[in-house]
């Protein structure tokens, strides 16, 4: 199974290892919308380390919202897609 590549706004889908694992992996233009929902709910961006081609490794949070921590995951050497991992504290 290759990648599979989107407008911006759906999931790209990447096996990991051995196991077949399947990992969620969204573009940049996804991730730019839900830090901008974040913002406009009255949340906080906090960047942990930047990006290469992408968000790098953030957090946000905000009252009322779930935390959501952001990681930037290596597809090729020319893209490269986010991870989102939703916590609700």
Known sequence: ???NVTDGREPVNKEI???EEIMKLYSSTAVSDL???YLEAGGDVETISEGVLGHG???LTGPGLKRAVIKERYINAWSSGHSVR???R
């Open 1 to 3: 199974m290759g990648d």
């Open 17 to 19: 290892g051995e196991s």
């Open 35 to 37: 830090i901008d929902r």
């Open 57 to 59: 490794h953030i957090v």
């Open 86 to 88: 939703m916590y609700n």
